[in-house]
């Protein structure tokens, strides 16, 4: 089976480099119209850049249709304006991948609240934003694929990162609901978190490493989760041709008596409660409800 991208319209954000790059380039050669969004230069998101048109141009020689957009995911009227050019230009858009990211590391006790907040609206409210300029396009044209970039920083922790972290795991949370809110209208929302060699983790892997994490290894992922066959509401972890999936679950419980019901009794049944053997994994946050009634019930 090959999987063909001809007919449809793409954006990727954050599409000058690295991973954006990498996916912006293969959509294209699969056969998508490609918007190659990008605004800094920087990691830090700081600076203007022509990168994206340098991205467009490597399309264009290889045969693609592209174009360039320097819109930034925190200004509403800028994601709708580009959302808008796309449609004009090509009928629609299908796939949406919110790539565009920055970083400020700091231990928290550090961190200042303005690098927080730049943090979590560039990633978690700027993937919102881009999404929320596509959405309801998606919904009546009955398709859409939207991609979600986690990070096992906030799947898993990672130290001096607590602004990028809950940022990323916002994305999964999102995901989870608007995979729900799209299902009946074809619009299927996944999270991808990728682990590759890009001017965001340059100076954390050595040489060889950085090499084997090239942002080409998390292509073959991506691609699948906005591919027309794809699945939906997953969570795939990918680099240097590594992939795997991550599950948010659910252990079985343990329903306590009315006697128990205090912090001590909590204490003293921890080891059932947290037993994770037959643990499931939700597909709403209903299940949670619906799990707690049957043991009431039982």
């Known amino acids: 089976m090959t999987i063909s991208f001809e007919g449809r319209v793409a954006i990727v954000t954050g599409a000058g480099g690295g991973l954006g790059r990498a996916y912006a380039l293969e959509l294209a050669r699969r056969g998508a119209k490609v918007v190659v969004n990008d605004l800094g230069a920087a ?3 700081t600076g203007q850049s022509d990168a994206a048109l340098k991205v467009v141009e490597e399309i264009e020689q290889a045969g693609g249709t592209a174009m360039a957009n320097g819109g930034s995911v925190t200004d509403e009227g800028q994601m709708i304006e580009m959302v808008a050019k796309a449609k004009e230009a090509w009928g629609g858009v299908h796939i949406l991948i ?4 920055i ?14 907040r730049l943090v979590v609206d560039v990633h978690l409210t700027g993937s919102a934003t881009a999404t929320k300029a596509v959405w309801d396009m998606m ?3 009955n398709y859409g694929r939207i991609l979600m970039t986690a990070s096992s920083t906030g799947l898993y922790g990672n130290f001096g990162q607590a602004n990028y972290g809950a940022a990323k795991l916002g994305l999964a949370g999102f995901t989870k609901t608007l995979y729900l809110e799209g299902a009946k209208y074809n ?6 978190a990728p682990v590759a060699g890009t001017r965001m983790t340059e100076d954390i892997f050595p040489p060889e490493a950085f090499k084997a994490f090239a942002p080409e290894n998390v292509v073959p992922a991506a691609l699948f989760l906005v591919s027309e066959d794809a699945p939906t509401n997953q969570i795939v972890g990918a680099g240097a041709g590594f992939f795997h999936t991550a599950h948010v679950t659910m252990t079985k419980g343990k329903m306590l008596s009315t006697d128990d019901r205090t912090p001590e009794g909590v204490a003293a049944h921890w080891a059932e409660i947290s037993d994770r053997e037959g643990e499931t994994v939700p597909k709403s946050g209903a299940d949670q409800s619906m799990t707690i009634l049957q043991s009431l019930q039982g």
Do not use: C, H, P, Y
Request: proline share 0%; glycine share 6%; aromatic share 6%.
């Open 139 to 141: 919904r009546e044209q």
């Open 98 to 101: 919110n790539n565009a990211g």
């Open 187 to 192: 619009v299927k929302v996944n999270t991808i």
């Open 43 to 45: 990691r830090d998101g």
């Open 103 to 116: 970083l400020r590391d700091k231990s928290f006790t550090k961190m200042t609240m303005d690098d927080w």
